[in-house]
Structure formats: structure tokens, C-alpha cells
């Protein structure tokens, strides 16, 4: 090969490196995305005790019933003040309910024992 056609080829190469280089600092991969924000989400659960929570302050005691009753039967810890609260309900049947519903959660406490909740 001669001299010539190896500066060619040099420079063709070297040419075509450098371009390549400025196109994709100039022009990023449409498929490219600056880093986002993360966000924390609901779980599935805590959005339905969230639903029985706003139920219990319904002005029909059936559905206060039927949330106090769930709540009780889920003995979830994030509801416990609702319940606490629902202790104080005009209709005993709801106050029966959320009375279990501290007690069972009190349960579900005792035995999971000390440590972060």
C-alpha cells in the first residue's frame, strides 16, 4: 500500500471516528432520558384501608358497619386511630366493631413482638 493511500485511509477512519463522536454528543439516542424523580406509591392494601377508613365517617350506619367490620377483620395498624375514633360512633354495632378491631390489632402488635413497626 503506499504512503498516500494510507493517509487516505487514515483520515477517512480518523474523519469518520470524529464525526460519529460529535453526532452523538450533539444529537443523544431519542430512547435517552435524564434520570426522574421517584415517587412512592400505594400498595393496593393501604389504598383499600384509606376507602374503609373514609367509610367509617359515612352518614349511613350500615356502611359504617360494614367498614367498622372489615377493619376489625384486617387488623391492619395504620387504621387504629380510625378505630379509635369509631369507638365513639352514635351505633353500637359499629362501636362493637371497631372495639374488636383494637383488640385484634393489639394482638397482631403483641405478637410481632418489640421492634419497628
Do not use: C
Amino acid at each position: 500500500m503506499t504512503p498516500m493511500a494510507v493517509f487516505i485511509r487514515t483520515l477517512l477512519k480518523t474523519s469518520a471516528i470524529f464525526i460519529g463522536t460529535t453526532v452523538v454528543f450533539l444529537h443523544p439516542p431519542l430512547d435517552w432520558t435524564p434520570a426522574r424523580t421517584v415517587t412512592a406509591q400505594k400498595s393496593p392494601a393501604e389504598s383499600a384501608i384509606d376507602a374503609l377508613v373514609l367509610a367509617l365517617h359515612d352518614s349511613d350506619r350500615h356502611v359504617r358497619r360494614t367498614a367498622a367490620a372489615s377493619l376489625a377483620r384486617l387488623a391492619y395498624p395504620r387504621s387504629l386511630p380510625a378505630l379509635m375514633n369509631a369507638l365513639h360512633d352514635p351505633d353500637a354495632v359499629v362501636r362493637q366493631h371497631a372495639s374488636r378491631g383494637v383488640r385484634n390489632i393489639h394482638d397482631v402488635l403483641t405478637l410481632a413482638g418489640p421492634g419497628p413497626r
